[in-house]
């Protein structure tokens, strides 16, 4: 790998990691980096618009050539574009929010979110980066990974994303393979399932991987 490309990958991914602005020190601890390097590749980054400076603090974010770059893989993604006809119906027959998704790595990515069919406030979900094992689509995708991919899966690092997130192999384990626990009502197995493939097994993505 060229050195210097693989350290503005890393510096983007900081940036992205969820703290809105930070400060070139705080680039550089998080990094493992000099603070006179960090300074210049964010130079670099700034000249492509892929990072942007607040004025007033002097600290970095990400810039609009990012959503530009993002904008441009939705438009690319073929999964994306050949589910789109099929999530407004299956959103209406369902009666819940249909999410195109495919897996990257350990995270779920979202490439098309079509709202629930009613009145209430919804948020648009597009590009949301959700731990596999914290969610049922990612459930869904790593279900119907080949084996040995599911036993990387399952090898991972699997952190908690809420109190009520599955961590362990076993647990996991007896979600993917669509087995519950006695103390689960019928009724939350139904519902969870539907949420998890709302869609028929003709209709379903044939790549490993990916989900809706």
């Known amino acids: 790998m060229i050195q210097s490309v693989q ?9 992205g990691s969820g703290t809105p602005r930070l400060g070139v020190t705080e680039i550089a601890e998080r990094v493992g980096l000099a603070k006179p390097t960090v300074y210049g590749l964010l ?10 400076q607040d ?7 990400l810039g609009p050539g990012v959503l530009q770059l993002g904008n441009a893989y939705l438009d690319g993604s073929e999964l994306r574009a050949r589910s789109l006809r099929w999530a407004e119906s299956l959103a209406q027959r369902a009666g819940e929010a249909v999410w ?11 490439l098309h979110h079509e709202f629930r069919p009613d009145n209430t406030v ?20 790593v279900a119907y990974l080949p084996e ?5 899966a399952l090898a991972g690092d699997l952190v908690p994303l809420t109190g009520r997130t599955k961590t362990t192999r076993a647990a996991l384990s007896r979600a993917l393979a669509g087995r519950w626990p006695r103390s689960v009502s019928a009724a939350t197995r139904s519902r969870t399932r539907r949420r998890r493939w709302a869609t028929p097994a003709s209709r379903r993505p044939s790549c490993p991987g990916t989900a809706w």
């Open 148 to 152: 040995a991919q599911r036993t990387r």
């Open 7 to 15: 350290r503005a990958a890393q510096i983007l991914g900081v940036l």
């Open 43 to 52: 130079r670099t980054l700034e000249a492509h618009d892929l990072v942007a």
């Open 100 to 110: 195109v998704a495919t897996l990257s790595g350990s995270r779920v990515i979202v």
């Open 55 to 61: 004025p007033d603090t002097g600290k970095y974010s």
């Open 122 to 141: 919804q948020i648009l979900e597009v590009g949301a980066a959700i731990p596999w094992h914290a969610c049922a689509l990612g459930h869904a995708i």
